[in-house]
T-cell receptor, first 114, second 117 residues
Framework: AQSVSQHNHHVILSEAASLELGCNYS??????LFWYVQYPGQHLQLLLK??????LVKGIKGFEAEFIKSKFSFNLRKPSVQWSDTAEYFC????????????FGAGTRLAVHP | ETGVTQTPRHLVMGMTNKKSLKCEQH?????MYWYKQSAKKPLELMFV???????ENNSVPSRFSPECPNSSHLFLHLHTLQPEDSALYLC????????????????FGPGTRLTVL
């Protein structure tokens, strides 16, 4: 079955530290890839997405993600985190073809301490 | 109001009650979705509607009954639920449901926190 794995369930960082959140998926075909973020008390928001082209995609608030097809990975990165990045981050995969259906990872809770 | 809205935000119901969740999207999209977010489990897709037609039912029990009267509104009718159905129910919409690329980005509402006693 198709699945998405996020290896880190909880991450604690200090401000200005670098961030990398892992995401791997199991699907052999073409995929569209997403990172969503859920800030405390708010709804899920799109952080960035990959459909085709340059495998390094840039999103809002200084986040970026790199699609490595050979590794079935779409890791999220940010060079220097801020306290306001405290949130839960979800990786999601949409296998191309058929109906639009996102398969989500379990999420990673990030806490950034000042 | 913009984006995707959901009402109520919180709902407590008994196992014999009948209630409905409402979702409205103000984005002019043609596709709408119901997801379930349980504690310690990934978000699970429940239903997909495209142009008011249900196109995906992800093996959801019949005690959950969706309805899409038009492309802006989506309901989830609930009856004889079980305590394990307690969860956050999220609605989403996208421009289309074809899964072809840039037009299928899904936008989420704030969710309804459901507690079944």
């Amino acid at each position: 079955a198709q699945s998405v794995s996020q290896h880190n369930h909880h991450v604690i960082l200090s401000e200005a530290a670098s961030l990398e959140l892992g995401c791997n998926y199991s699907y052999g075909g073409t995929v569209n890839l997403f990172w969503y973020v859920q800030y405390p008390g708010q709804h899920l928001q799109l952080l960035l997405k990959y459909f085709s082209g340059d495998p390094l995609v840039k999103g809002i608030k200084g986040f970026e993600a790199e699609f490595i097809k050979s590794k079935f990975s779409f890791n999220l990165r940010k060079p220097s985190v801020q306290w306001s990045d405290t949130a839960e981050y979800f990786c999601a995969v949409n296998p191309s073809g058929g109906y639009n259906k996102l398969i989500f990872g379990a999420g990673t809770r990030l806490a950034v301490h000042p | 109001e913009t984006g995707v809205t959901q009402t109520p935000r919180h709902l407590v119901m008994g196992m014999t009650n009948k209630k409905s969740l409402k979702c409205e999207q103000h984005l002019g999209h043609n596709a709408m979705y119901w997801y379930k977010q349980s504690a310690k489990k990934p978000l699970e897709l429940m239903f997909v509607y495209s142009l008011e037609e249900r196109v995906e039912n992800n093996s959801v029990p019949s005690r959950f009954s969706p309805e899409c009267p038009n492309s802006s509104h989506l309901f989830l009718h609930l009856h004889t639920l079980q305590p394990e159905d307690s969860a956050l129910y999220l609605c989403a919409s996208s421009q289309d449901s074809a899964g072809t690329g840039s037009t299928d980005t899904q936008y989420f509402g704030p969710g309804t926190r459901l507690t079944v006693l």
